[in-house]
């Protein structure tokens, strides 16, 4: 009888730095380096499993392989790895492609079972890549080439925080649908982003298919599990992923935890010039500037209007949790963390475990009240847009 548990998994995690602190992440910071973000996301995070999406890099695989050696990471028959026994990650990598069926740039997220299909890959995209010794570089072949790629070396292709306004599928790349530029059958999953959720994305008829999925795309130790999702599986391996994915049997995604939308950066249409929100203008009313960053909330109402079935149509989801970061919550600042992590041990402990009368040992009922309301969503907020965050109301 197969026994199924639930794990916490963040599966779009960057890298800043190799071992010999070498840059990987241009935009990420140095921190990030494999064993700093093996050991934050078990031991400060709660995390069961985890995507580290600059396995590409040379660098990176040679000292993958020699912790392998020296017994530090074990390799899954099922695929993934296990880092000193307390978490497993995934080889994966982010790319930006830009065809000639594209409109804009587009990242994706690929994800390979073993260390030796991640090295073939590597190869193969070394020689459609200016520099492979970094992250997030454009490919220069055919969106489609590379789908079929990924298939035939065993891996996953999950288009990347597919609404946001720069870089992704919907906020750039394609005029209405994903296949302008994929074939749909080889995307295995849809990572959402900031500024939107499940409800928000359901609105798009064609991706009532596929499972969503909800992570952090972290540049920094802090931003890890900032979104995550819980799911069933047999154990944290690629394996299972790809059966959670495809929701076999009882497997698959129970919860996702993200961001409210509105906290998100591009939420809302922003003005460029003063970060005023535009409803219909063509001037912004504020400062007369006439360049707007259009907020995921226009562009989705865009995508939607172009479809004539019924969104109504689709399949059942799990609940989508609106996840506020201990970060974000008001007057928890680094101290007060320490103490609850000191306490606690993990976020996932304080954010879904720990009881009013236990927080309330570490911190002011005022505190604790906030961080419960964070675990069920009813925080107000105030709306972000055009590159800054909205931020929570104190009250």
Request: aromatic residues 8%.
């Amino acid at each position: 009888m197969t026994c199924l548990q639930s794990f916490f998994v963040d599966l779009h995690i960057h890298l800043g730095a190799t071992a010999t602190g070498k840059p990987v992440k241009i935009t990420a910071s140095k921190s990030l380096t494999l064993e700093s973000v093996l050991n934050e996301s078990a031991d400060v995070k709660g995390l069961d499993l985890i995507g580290i999406i600059d396995c590409h890099v040379p660098e990176i695989l040679e000292q993958i392989e020699e912790l392998i050696r020296i017994g530090e990471l074990v390799e899954n028959k099922q695929g993934g790895l296990c880092y000193k026994k307390k978490i497993s990650f995934i080889l994966g990598s982010e790319i930006e492609i830009y065809d000639r069926s594209c409109k804009g740039p587009i990242h994706v997220l690929v994800y390979f079972p073993y260390v030796s299909a991640m090295k073939e890959f590597s190869r193969w995209y070394s020689m459609r890549v200016k520099n492979i010794t970094l992250s997030s570089q454009r490919i220069y072949e055919e969106g489609i080439t590379l789908q079929k790629k990924v298939k035939e070396l065993g891996g996953l292709f999950i288009p990347a925080h597919v609404f946001t306004p720069f870089k992704s599928l919907f906020g750039k790349g394609v005029k209405k649908s994903l296949s302008e530029v994929f074939i749909p059958e080889l995307i295995d999953a849809v990572e959402l982003g900031l500024s939107s959720d499940t409800n928000m994305a359901d609105n798009i008829v064609e991706l009532h298919t596929y499972t969503y999925l909800t992570n952090s795309d972290a540049h920094s130790l802090a931003k890890i599990a900032r979104e995550y999702q819980k799911i069933k599986m047999e154990q944290p391996s690629f394996d299972e992923l790809v059966k959670a994915l495809k929701v076999e049997g009882e497997r698959g995604i129970q919860c996702n935890y993200g961001l409210d939308p509105r906290l998100g950066k591009y939420y809302e249409t922003t003005c460029e010039n003063c970060f005023y929100h535009i409803q219909n203008e063509e001037v912004c009313p504020n400062c007369g500037h006439r360049h707007f960053v259009k907020g995921v909330a226009t562009r989705i109402k865009e995508l939607s209007m172009n479809k004539g079935e019924d969104v109504h149509d689709k399949r059942s989801r799990p609940p989508y949790v609106h996840q506020v970061p201990l970060q974000f919550i008001p007057k928890v600042g680094p101290k007060t963390l320490e103490k609850l992590r000191d306490y606690f041990k993990t976020d996932m402990n304080i954010i879904h475990n720990a009881s009013k009368e236990q927080l309330q040992k570490i911190v002011s009922s005022k505190i604790a009240d906030y961080i419960l309301k964070a675990r069920e969503g009813k925080l107000s907020v105030n709306t972000g847009g055009g590159g800054k965050y909205g931020k929570v109301k104190g009250n």
